[in-house]
């Protein structure tokens, strides 16, 4: 199967800042890829040049389009939701629908009117009105009843409380996923969307430091508790991170066989947020 998205070698500078770096990715159809960063690691920086926003070095290709040549073509195919409310706050709830209608050829207001029965949201009611939480669901509601190929979660659910997060990806999974599309999840809060990942990408600086699926992660790296007799010997294995949590020693080990290490303590597969504070050298 053609990859949805590829990338070679992707750079972006501003000033001295360099905010990508030889950013090499491909996503095939039938993904949840987690784009997991600190704040100012890259992450909007690289969605913006895959949703042609922004000028860049190198070549991407988005379902078979460059992003700047053919974006109005690509965004006929291609969902975006930001943290921040991009609709127009003048405008009422039926007029965002009614402008989609005419904008969007496979925009779909009867499914999107069912979706907004779900909510609290009224037609009559303008968008500045409307709460950042309702916003995010108006704005996922027109998303899921445009057809398109893949979609771009920019943070989000930045700021919401953790029901509201919790059934936003509900809703995403439910009501958009399937095998034929992709989904980009940009987050620096990991937890919140494990579940629902198929892939994920730690960035850093601008660079890629991980892509890989999170099954083979899961594999890849093991975490172990241990008593302190038993500290010098797990250390022997070089380990990745090591921290304290309730008065025992907590550390994260890569490429080491489980049955090796049992003797010395619990021996657990580790969270991706675990993996990736290790991978970033502790920086949360």
Known sequence: MDDLITTRNVGKTYGNTRALQNVSIEI???KIVGLVGPNGAGKTTLLRALTGLITYSGDISVLGMEPNQDRASLMERTGVIHDVSV???????????GFQQRAHPH?????????LEKTSITLDRKIKHLSKGMKTQLHLSLMLATDSDILVLDEPTHGLDIIFRKQFYNTVLEDYFDNEKSIIVST????EVEHILSDVMFIKDGRILVYDSVDHLHQRFVQVVVPEENLDKIREYNPLYETTQIGKRVLLLENVRRADIQQYGEVKTPALADVFVALMGGEA
């Open 28 to 30: 095939p159809a039938g």
């Open 87 to 97: 609709l127009p706050p003048w405008m009422r709830v039926d007029q965002i629908l």
């Open 107 to 115: 925009f779909h207001r009867e499914k999107c009117e069912r979706h």
């Open 188 to 191: 620096h809060q990991i937890e």
